[in-house]
């Protein structure tokens, strides 16, 4: 059957495709439209497979946070170019998978993939975008987080985002100085909360790299492992957030921060999301 203008132009109204793909889709079709939105939609498929390799190293942070201030979620939804980034259509989709994220609370981001919204899979939604645009997009990371109070800091740019659980807080609002700690956690990437949640092998890493230092500075054997651990502590010091330096305010540390702000607040637990890896 002829393929008319009116046709191809109502079926880029009906899925965002370009003006080609859609007259090639219902010549394909033989003009029928939900045939050919299925061909886009294989398009979109097929178009992500051939770009699996690319690298997201762009895209955006999208957080909520619960009216009571107890949950905080953030998706990092990565794509290829900054330009992407920017568009309507992808930061409509980015809104979208975080409204599914935080009413849904799934488990992981593949089941955050496998959940509808709508007529279509969050997966098959980036599927279509991925077909329309033809770039890779997808999603990098997604993280919950729940506690007395959760602040949320989103770093300028939009590509960065933290959370930070935080206790202590006497019922009264602290989220100012959340997002204080949050922008601390952006730019120090510390990797802990404090020397307990060090993971093992990583002390003992520095232990190994301390000793090693030692020996090579010609320093005495009985002194060997007094000054590994002073490394180490000096590790935690730079390393563990409630011990480093306030960025604010060098003068005290993060914890002694907390404790100004109210007495016994201290941080929990912290989520750090990047869009790229």
Known sequence: MAITAQDVNKLRQMTGAGMMDCKKALVESDGDFDKAIEILRKKGQKVSANRADRQTNEGSVFVQTSDDGSTAVVVALGCETDFVAK?????????????????????????????KSGELTVGEKITELVGKIGEKIDVVA???????????????????????????TDGKDVSDAGKDVGMQIAAMRPVAVDKDGVDSSVVEQEL?????????????????????????NKFFKENTLLNQAFVKDNSMTVAKYLDSVNKGLTVDSFKRVSVSK
Not at 217 to 232: F, S
């Open 87 to 115: 568009n309507e259509d992808f930061q409509k989709l980015g809104a979208e998978i975080l409204d599914v994220a935080f009413s849904q609370a799934p488990g992981s981001v593949d089941e955050l993939k496998a959940i």
């Open 142 to 168: 997604f993280e919950v987080l729940k506690s007395e109070q959760v602040a949320a800091y989103i770093h300028a740019g939009s590509k960065l985002a933290v959370l930070v659980a935080l206790k202590g």
């Open 208 to 232: 190994k790299i301390g000793r090693e230092q030692a020996i090579a500075e010609g320093k005495p054997e009985k002194i060997i492992d007094k000054i590994a651990e002073g490394k180490l």
